[in-house]
């Protein structure tokens, strides 16, 4: 399928992607732009490293000493960790993340979410490109800055091994990340670091829907499939994928 085809139906589609990139590129909470830059290489890697397939094959991914393929100077561990972001997430563990401490010391938890953040934005727009059988865009050029190091006031781990915002506790610069005391975990997962949140709504509005968009039941707001169509495909879609939240 042409691209321009697609852009003349849906082009906010690609405007959102164009927003991703421009946000991508520039100095994160955690992360700098290149290294953001870095983490979104690593993730387009994972569709061709044999050892992916290996490992997410195997009883145990700690069984086997397979070398990940490397793209980037990001430290091996936090390669292995976008690597397996991707393609073994659902064996994931608090260990695995502590590794990441040699290059984020004790903010490694919160420089995962980022990085999980990136990875899963990554993720969603190669594979629509890939499902249409459409080039891969170009990474855009990192620019230049430091990391902020924003954290939200408050913070809690007593839902999983991630901080994550309360969804009775959100501060007025968090106001926005969802309606009321809604936050479903899905978005609070990417609480620590509140613009990977933002970054990944801005996709899921025009890949899927809006948080409001979603009230609608029956008539997708700016769709042609109806609501029961679309959730139909993001039931397989999910099915396949052992998405299972």
Not at 158 to 164: F, G, I, L, R, S
Not at 216 to 235: F, K, V, Y
């Amino acid at each position: 399928m042409k691209k321009s085809v697609i852009q003349r139906q849906r082009p906010d589609i690609f405007e959102s992607f164009d927003h991703f990139f421009e946000w991508l590129s520039a100095p994160g909470h955690w992360l700098s732009g290149a290294q953001r830059i870095d983490v979104a290489k690593a993730t387009r890697a994972v569709a061709d490293c044999p050892a992916c397939k290996t490992i997410s094959d195997a009883l145990s991914p700690k069984s086997l000493d397979h070398q990940h393929q490397r793209v980037t100077g990001l430290p091996a561990d936090v390669e292995v960790v976008i690597h397996r972001l991707i393609s073994d997430q659902t064996r994931l563990t608090s260990v695995d993340i502590s590794s990441l401490s040699d290059q984020f010391g004790a903010d490694s938890a919160y420089a995962y979410v980022e990085i999980l953040g990136v990875a899963v934005c990554q993720f969603s727009v190669d594979e629509f490109h890939r499902g249409l059988g459409l080039a891969l865009p170009e990474l855009p050029k990192p620019k230049e800055g430091r990391p902020d190091h924003y954290l939200p006031v408050h913070l809690e781990t007593d839902t999983a091994w991630v901080p994550m915002i309360p969804t009775d506790q959100v501060s007025p610069a968090e106001q926005d990340l969802w309606p009321g005391n809604r936050g479903a975990n899905v978005l609070r997962a990417l609480s620590a670091a509140p613009d990977t949140v933002r970054a990944w709504q801005h996709l899921s509005e025009t890949m899927y829907l809006s948080l409001q968009g979603m009230a609608e039941m029956i008539h997708a707001p700016n769709r042609i499939l109806s609501r029961m169509q679309m959730e139909l495909i993001a039931g397989r879609v999910s099915a396949l994928n052992q998405c299972l939240y």
